[in-house]
């Protein structure tokens, strides 16, 4: 039986290993059961599932899928939580071969064994859109998941267009499938209590994927072009992308059937897509 590690072995484990907690890799270690096996739930983990897991840390998360009967393999930048991390498992009841720990940079994973299917992490904040869509991106075998996220990051990652905080990761993250907010955390259950809250996210991913790699790049660029100048009409922007006149702009949205004169904060990702392929 897999049992959970509890916040004062949270915190010897972190002495043993002359670890202070790191603002610039986002450490802050859940130290709360309770939480751990909410996000598991939220993820609905089932025995057969093989989990990847950005940043492990001391395993108190990790530990709670691996309750489930799931594999996991669990990507962690930090080498010295890398490096303990099987021997926790395994002083606390987790089978041989149900973990695999990679001690990497997440935003620089192309590989992983054991082809995971579902996405569990309480991200590191400082780098969680990025990584996110890395691994959107770098494996299409996740077909759902549960990220834990600052609130502000989510409720952006779940915006509809339109929307006040919708803006370019809302875009780009629903170019992969279907997001939504799926239940706040008190920043009292981390070991040190972060200055922000956090939400959990879950995503499914559309059943078939919206384009070709290059029309996902294309598609990113415009999107990125769009926000980063907001307040003006898409047709401005969009003629720096192209390099071109706003009236050249003004005729490719014209073929996508988007007003020149909207403006990014109001099209879903399918607007920017067909944007795209009228570039194109
Ligand atoms: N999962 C643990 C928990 O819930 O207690 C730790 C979560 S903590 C918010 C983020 C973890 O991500 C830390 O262990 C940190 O070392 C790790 N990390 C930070 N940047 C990373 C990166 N680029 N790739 C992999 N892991 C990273």
Redesign the pocket.
């Known amino acids: 039986m897999v049992t959970l590690l509890g916040p004062s072995e949270i915190r010897s484990l972190a002495a043993s290993l002359d670890v202070t907690p790191t603002k610039k ?6 130290v709360d059961a309770n939480t ?1 096996r909410k996000i598991v739930q939220a993820a609905r983990v089932v025995p057969d599932d093989r989990v990847v ?6 395993g ?3 530990l709670a899928i691996l309750e489930t009967g799931a594999s996991v393999t669990a ?4 080498h010295r ?1 890398a490096a303990r991390l099987p021997e926790t498992a395994a002083a606390h009841g987790v089978p041989d071969g149900a973990l695999t720990v990679i001690d ?4 620089r994973v192309t590989e992983l064994p054991g082809d995971p299917d579902v996405l569990v ?5 400082n ?1 969680s859109v990025p ?1 996110l869509l890395h691994f959107m991106e770098t494996f299409p075998g996740l077909s759902r998941g549960v990220v834990m996220v600052q609130a502000e990051v989510g409720e952006r990652l779940a915006a509809p267009p339109g929307s006040k905080v919708y803006g370019a990761p809302s875009a780009k993250a629903a170019w992969y499938g279907a997001w939504r907010l799926a239940g706040t955390v008190s920043r009292q259950v981390f070991w040190p209590v972060p200055n922000v809250d956090s939400v959990l996210v879950a995503f499914e991913r559309d059943a078939e994927p919206r384009g070709t790699e290059a029309e996902r790049a294309l598609t990113f660029g415009i999107v990125d072009a769009a926000f980063q100048q907001r307040r003006k009409m898409l047709r401005q922007a969009l003629a720096g992308v192209l390099g071109g006149s706003s009236a050249q702009a003004s005729e490719v949205l014209e073929r996508a059937g988007v007003a020149p004169t909207a403006r990014g904060e109001e099209l879903s990702i399918d607007d920017f897509a067909r944007i795209a392929r009228a570039l194109a």
């Open positions: 890799l986002g450490q802050n270690f859940v751990v897991e950005i940043g492990p840390g001391l108190s998360l990790t990507v962690e930048i930090d939580l990497a940079d997440a935003l992490a309480n991200l590191p904040y780098v990584v």
